[in-house]
């Protein structure tokens, strides 16, 4: 009888045997080293497993560091790039980036080991760059209504623009030529009250002061007329106290307080001169007599005068000549008297009592 031996049969599993812990089979019932009675082997528990109840197994997978420092700086790029392209969206030209230079830069980013590359593959087989591209990634993004809305007010706001231009240029061209063609505005001011005061007859330096604030007020043509016309009114005035006849001392200082107050009023040459002429007159009237000889030959007066340098200076005199500088001619001499003619005043008779001014005879 011959025995076929089936050398592919898959040998049994083994067991220790409790007795001489000698390795015989599995389904032994009797250990054939010893003699010893082993019995069945207990059943093996069960284990159950996803696939043994009808699910489906999934495997998670954690990325590596380098995938995640990956993704951490495509991210931050991204959102620089956002940003830069949001300030730079109204500009008509634009910077390009130079392709060469991105390639040969790698975009920046860290090396991706071989667990990584197959993630990024898929597992199923294709081939992934060991190097992430700069923006090759980066989805299309279609235009938005709110693109299209905005560009709208663009365009809007462009045209409105034009229009304003256009016809609101032409309206301010026209205002422009229309003002310049228009005549200056009258200037309307208050009437003057120094014409007033002249046809009322008030006092001449009242008048003087109150058309010169006027004037100062105003500056126009009319206001400097009637300045003017005050001002020779002034003069006037002054020059008759001056050449009054007879001669009054009270004239002359009246004469002097005028000329000062025009001068405070209204500072110009025409009351500079003015002032000059009062004080000259007030100088030669301070001339005193100190003697008078009348039985001399012929007969004689010594008088103190003040000269251009107010100095005090004695001359004598005989009758019937003149002295500070042919002003005043001697015409008698008597004892303690002396009677003069002021040849600049209309030949006006004065008289001189020694040791006292001149006065009228």
Known sequence: MT?????????DKMRLCPSCRMQISVLATKCRYCGEEVGRPKEEQRQLTIESMGGEHIEHYAPSSSVMEALESFRSEEVTDKAVSETRRSSIFRRKPDPKAAAGKGGGLPELDAQSLQLAGGGQGRTVSSRIVRGSAKPRRGVSPSDLTRWAGYAAVAIAACLVLYYGGGLAI??????????????????????????????????????????????TPESEAVLNDVRARVVEEVRDLLDANPFDRRNLRSALRMANEANQADPNPVFTELKREVDEEHRVYATMLLDATADANPPVAVFRITDASKRNVDVQVAQGETFLDGRFRVDLVRPNVVHLIDLERGDRRLRARKLDEITSP
């Open 3 to 11: 025995f076929v031996v089936d050398d592919n049969r898959s040998p």
């Open 174 to 219: 026209r205002a422009v030529k229309a003002m310049r063609t228009m005549e200056a505005p009258t200037i309307v001011s208050s009437p003057n009250p120094a014409v007033r005061m002249l046809e009322a007859g008030d006092p001449i330096m009242q008048v003087l002061t109150e058309a010169s604030l006027y004037h100062r007020k105003n500056g």
